[in-house]
């Protein structure tokens, strides 16, 4: 499918285990996006990224590892999961030099 | 500190009438500005944009405008439809491609 995807579109995790959000884009934006939205603070950018092998941390990073080995994916590892990163996670990209960012569905992550 | 905010989190009217959705920010470096809107279980999505060197910018029922000197932009949306109700944020961004968003208006358009 063209576009940009997420998986899974929902993960129930208990706290202390490791969790792996998947994206993907079909576009080769060479921009990508980790956001999360919670109430009351609207979307939140977690990590970005450049380019393939070039990520950067954004507002709240902490919790989170990222890495993007090819420019289409660009997974979110949640190493040791808390309540408090139970949210609703977006992920989005854009071209280089363009003002849109492309949003994905979202991933609905609870932990218990 | 929010440097984007949108200090209604909800907005009601009634189909037909003007729909007004207000976002104010902080950071003077910001240069251009964004529309999105949301529905339950789905990604944002674009609706329109502005740079800093305009004042205003329309496309078809929607318009943004952008005051500068009180860091304040607003969305309105004429007429009102009942597909309109959806939650709307706006982002502000700079060079380096990243956006900075506020908390989001829910609007709920009545028919």
């Known amino acids: 499918d063209a576009g940009i995807t997420q998986s899974p579109r929902y993960k129930i995790t208990e706290t202390g285990r490791q969790v792996t959000l998947m994206c993907h884009q079909t576009?080769?934006?060479?921009?990508m996006f980790w956001y999360r939205q919670d109430l009351g603070h609207g979307l939140r950018l977690i990590y970005y990224s450049a380019a393939a092998d070039i990520t950067d941390k954004g507002e709240v990073p902490d919790g989170y590892v990222v890495s993007r080995s090819k420019t289409e994916n660009f997974p979110l590892t949640l190493e040791s999961a808390t309540r408090s990163q139970t949210s609703v996670y977006f992920c989005?990209?854009?071209?280089?030099?363009?003002?849109?960012?492309?949003f994905g569905p979202g991933t609905r992550l609870t932990v218990l | 500190d929010q440097q984007v905010k949108q200090n209604s989190p909800s907005l009601s009217v009634q189909e037909g009438r003007i729909s007004i959705l207000n976002c104010d920010y902080t950071n003077s470096m910001f240069d251009y500005f964004l529309w999105y809107k949301k529905y339950p279980a789905e990604g944002p999505t674009f609706l329109i944009s502005?740079?800093?060197?305009?004042d205003k910018n329309e496309d078809g029922r929607f318009t943004v405008f952008l005051n500068k000197s009180a860091k304040h932009l607003s969305l309105h949306i004429v007429p009102s439809q009942p597909g309109d109700s959806a939650v709307y944020f706006c982002a502000a961004g700079n060079a380096g491609n990243m956006l900075t968003f506020g908390g989001g208006t829910r609007l709920m358009v009545k028919p």
């Open positions: 989005a990209s854009n071209l280089a030099g363009t003002d849109e960012q492309f």
């Open positions: 576009w080769s934006h060479s921009y």
């Open positions: 502005i740079s800093s060197i305009k």
